[in-house]
C-alpha cells in the first residue's frame, strides 16, 4: 500500500488511489488461478527428449488414487477431486472440519508423434509423473551419409 498525499486542503489525492486499486490481484487477468500465491493449481515440468515427453506434476499430499488421468484423443487432462472430513468429539463440543481440493489441467499433444498406447503413470514422493513415449518413426534419426554416384 502506498502513502496517499494530502494537498492544502485537506482532501486525499487520487491518483495515489487509483495506483494502490490498480496494481492490485484485482485486474490480473493473466492469472488463471485468481490468487497471488498460486495454491489452487499444483506446478507443471513438460521435458522433451530423443525418445518422448516427460510430464512433472508437484502435488504434495496426495495420493495416487486421488487423480484421474484421461487421454481423448490428443488432448491430456489430469483433475483431482479431493473432499476430506474430520469430526471430534470431546467433553460435549463437536469439533467437525472439511476440505475440498479440485483441480483440472488440459495439455495438448502432438498426435502424430507420441505412442499413446505406451504412457505410464506414477505417483510417488509428492509428484505425479507420466512418460508419453514417441513413435519410432518420429523419433529423430542419426545423420546418414548418403553416397553420391
Not at 72 to 99: A, C, P, V
Amino acid at each position: 500500500m502506498s502513502l496517499i498525499k494530502r494537498n492544502g486542503n485537506g482532501l486525499s489525492t487520487f491518483p495515489a488511489l487509483f495506483d494502490d486499486l490498480l496494481g492490485s490481484e484485482l485486474f490480473n487477468w493473466s492469472n488463471n488461478n485468481f490468487t497471488s500465491h498460486n495454491s489452487t493449481m499444483p506446478s507443471v515440468n513438460i521435458r522433451e527428449d530423443e525418445d518422448g515427453f516427460e510430464v512433472e506434476m508437484a502435488a504434495p499430499g496426495m495420493k495416487k488414487d486421488d487423480f484421474k488421468v484421461e487421454l481423448d484423443g490428443n488432448t491430456l487432462t489430469i483433475s483431482s477431486n479431493k473432499h476430506q472430513n474430520h469430526e471430534e468429539n470431546k467433553q460435549g463440543y463437536t469439533r467437525r472440519e472439511f476440505s475440498y481440493q479440485s483441480f483440472q489441467r488440459h495439455f495438448l499433444l502432438p498426435k502424430d508423434v507420441m505412442d499413446d498406447d505406451k504412457i505410464v503413470a506414477r505417483y510417488e514422493d509428492g509428484v505425479l509423473r507420466l512418460s508419453i513415449p514417441k513413435k519410432e518413426e518420429a523419433k529423430k534419426k542419426a545423420p546418414r551419409l548418403i553416397e553420391i554416384s
